[in-house]
């Protein structure tokens, strides 16, 4: 990644390769002109998430006359593991439990295989899944901390020089209404984007209370939700979707971000471990015309409270117009969505699956992904902290989300110390106005 913060390609050209990096890889070349694959999928984390992954895999070939099964599955719990074996009709011994089950489904020959542990998990995942050959469905976010970003971007690289495909769930780059309002923008319908907002905001989600005979580590990675060590934080887990498409329009990442956020209404610590309930940050782009003009400033919000106004949804506005990025254009330029719409979470894996049949590696989502994780980690570290923080200086942080029980020597997460016994406190709920 280079080290200037600001783009040195025009916002329009960067734009443009960024419409052409993200366009819909196999939606148009007939079934005829395609040679029929049978897809043999490993499927690394059974929880709702890599279930529903499994399903849109299996669905997406068959939509293009290919077949694809679950060949294996790995998972930390046996129940959740056994339920997808039964799902799939998997052998038992292809069937992995353990903090090294992803290690031993990953010997076995397969197309691709699907990541949908908690977040924490994924940069070890991805990168021994490159390493060892394989294509990747990486579900999002991709980290939880800045290491665990670096340590994604180089696996990402090094997928894109050895030809593995790498997708990733952010399924509004598959999306056929955002993929043509971005090519619109790009192509200058409403002029230079000068300010956005993006939004979050719902009631709750799942929880899990600890069970008698669980330990700590088994409850906090059952309820991994609300563990910043797990899952990012909800601003980073769910609130990436949005921050990716402003990232993806704009056509870069922010240069730094400021913002406040809190716990206001979830505040136990026994169900809602030491997330926030609410964030609210600025974040400021550079200007790709250069120094002399105003940035970009993209509002940013995201809460998991019952009973408030809830919205989800991306806004920008240009000199020349505005759009909600997906189906509607306002301004000289006017333009409204009016095509079919496959189901993008289907879509995405059609893609990954044309992908891998070029066998070139063509579709490589690794680092739009990666820099909508780490716009998300910006985020959160500001209002965590309530200072302003810039991309520069979250990028080089060496601050690592995780148990100090799990660090090795190198004061990096490792992974041969993950174990389930010991006690293993929730940890505090971060202060603001205070280091973390």
Known sequence: MSKKSKPDVSRRGFMKGAAAG???????????ARPARAFKIGLIGCGGRGSGAAGNAIQAAKTQGDTATIHAVADLFKDRAERARRTHKIPKERTFVGFD??????????????????????????????????HVFTEKPVAVDAPGIRR????????????ISVAAGTQRRHQKQYIECQKRIADGAIGQIVNGRCYWNMGGLWTRRKEQGWSDTEWQIRNWLYFTWLSGDHITEQHVHNLDVINWFIGSH???????????????????GNIFDHFATELIYANPQG???????????????????????EFVVGTKGSSNC????????EWKWSGKQQNPYVQEHIDLQASIKEDKGTLNEAENVAHSTMTAILSRTTCYTGREV???AIMKSNEQQGPA??????????YSRYTFEGPLPIPPVPQVGKPM
């Open 405 to 414: 029980k799990f660090v090795g020597e190198g004061g990096n997460n490792d």
């Open 152 to 163: 994604f971007l180089a696996a990402g690289e090094k997928a894109k020089k050895n030809g």
């Open 101 to 134: 089950a992803f290690k031993k489904l990953l010997d076995l020959d397969l197309d691709y295989v699907i990541l949908a542990t908690p977040p924490h998990f994924r940069p070890e995942h991805f990168d021994s899944a490159v390493s060892s050959g394989k």
């Open 22 to 32: 993200s366009a819909v890889v196999g939606f148009n070349i007939p079934l005829s």
């Open 390 to 392: 810039t991309w520069d």
């Open 291 to 313: 120094s002399g003009y105003p940035d970009i400033r993209v509002t940013s919000m995201c809460r998991q409270i019952v009973s408030c106004w809830n919205d989800v949804s």
């Open 326 to 333: 997906r189906s509607n254009i306002w301004g000289p330029n």
């Open 254 to 272: 922010p240069i730094k971000a400021r913002g406040m956020g809190g716990r206001q209404v979830r505040t136990g610590k026994d169900v809602y």
